[in-house]
């Protein structure tokens, strides 16, 4: 089959490699649809905790073409979407509802082969039948979105709380669109490219402001916001965050920055402040929950894709979208 391959840092190829085993609890899937994510761009430049030789790609829906012998529950034929991370389900983390600090977690397209590629398995217990009425598009966002829901489980939004949303990426839109679902009041996004801040009009936020006019910021929420969530994963924009924060106000850091980064913080003005800091990794059994949203069309995802293009473009389109010039880039690996 063809695959993308990271084969080092900072090194990609379109090679053609063998076809996924398929072991007795996994089916292997015909890939339909797999995002490029900021995430595989900190894979690539070597910013996260993946090895390398490594298939990436964690946003994917497919087609069951194989069932292992202890498969009971999935058919060939079936259209699922598969939750990349991992769970062991026995260590003490996994029993306590913690599943995404598991022990021995693993995460398909981050430390095994993952969906930009023809096939690809997955245990079959981290698969989900999709509803009819979801598109490819859509079915390659549960991922993404599931991300989104297991945030908005990790912070405490009082009802029409003033949140301040920095980044409107494809990320930064679906936040956008489930801060208003989960009852924020004004939403102000700050962002550096027109276009997104645009759409982000378009999508809800109360006020789009281009990064370095923040100080507008403060006619909207005079005393500061009552949330604040970067998306943007950039160490210098979450260093500044925290003074459009109010008293008892919540920060959270939902963009991946860069695993060596680091920023300073006042102690003394977390302490004045009541302030509450918030990390919100991964998923955490949030796949349903993103299924509903976007079988029920309260999330919209058609906006957020500017490319859906074949394996062969991946390289050109990656860098493209790691310099920021594109939003969602779906990739359509061809059938067999």
């Known amino acids: 089959m063809q695959a993308v391959l990271f084969s080092a840092p900072e090194t990609l190829h379109i090679e053609r490699v063998p076809d996924p085993p398929c072991a007795p609890d996994e089916v292997v899937l015909q890939v339909s649809r797999c995002g490029i994510c900021g995430t595989d761009v900190h894979i690539y430049q070597n910013e996260y905790m993946s090895d390398f030789p490594l298939i990436p790609g964690h946003e994917f829906s497919g087609v069951v073409v194989e069932t292992g012998r202890a498969v009971t529950d999935l058919q060939v034929g079936d259209r699922v979407a598969v939750d990349p991370n991992l769970y062991c389900g026995h260590c003490d983390l996994c029993r306590n509802e913690m599943a995404n600090h598991c022990l021995h977690w693993q995460g398909i397209g981050i430390s095994r082969p993952g969906g930009f590629a023809q ?3 997955a245990p079959a217990r981290a698969c989900y039948r999709l509803p009819e009425c979801l598109t490819d598009t859509q079915a390659a966002f549960i991922e993404p979105l599931a991300c989104v829901v297991h945030a908005m489980k990790r912070i405490r939004l009082l ?35 027109p276009a997104r801040l645009e759409l982000a009009r378009q999508l809800g936020a109360t006020l789009a402001l281009p990064a370095g006019q923040e100080d507008a910021l403060h006619e909207l929420a005079p005393r500061g916001f009552g949330v604040v969530v970067d998306a943007t ?10 003074r459009f924060l109010r008293p008892r106000g919540l920060y959270l850091q939902f963009g991946v920055a860069p695993n060596h980064a680091r920023v300073s913080i006042s102690p003394y003005d977390l302490f004045r402040n009541d302030w509450t800091l918030v990390g919100s990794f991964a998923l955490c059994y949030t796949f349903l929950p993103a299924i ?14 500017s490319h859906v293009a074949p394996l062969q473009d ?20 061809p059938p067999a």
């Open 119 to 121: 096939y690809t398995a």
């Open 314 to 333: 991946f390289a050109s389109l990656f860098h493209q979208f790691a310099a920021g010039q594109t939003l969602k880039v779906h990739i359509q690996p």
């Open 233 to 242: 994963g950039i160490p210098a924009v979450i260093e500044g965050a925290l």
């Open 292 to 305: 509903d949203w976007l079988a029920n069309g309260a999330i919209d995802v058609t906006p957020l894709v």
């Open 159 to 193: 009802p029409a709380d003033p949140v301040l949303l920095l980044g409107a990426g494809p990320m930064g839109l679906l936040l956008l669109q489930a801060l208003r679902r989960m009852g924020a009041g004004a939403v102000a996004v700050v962002e550096k490219q």
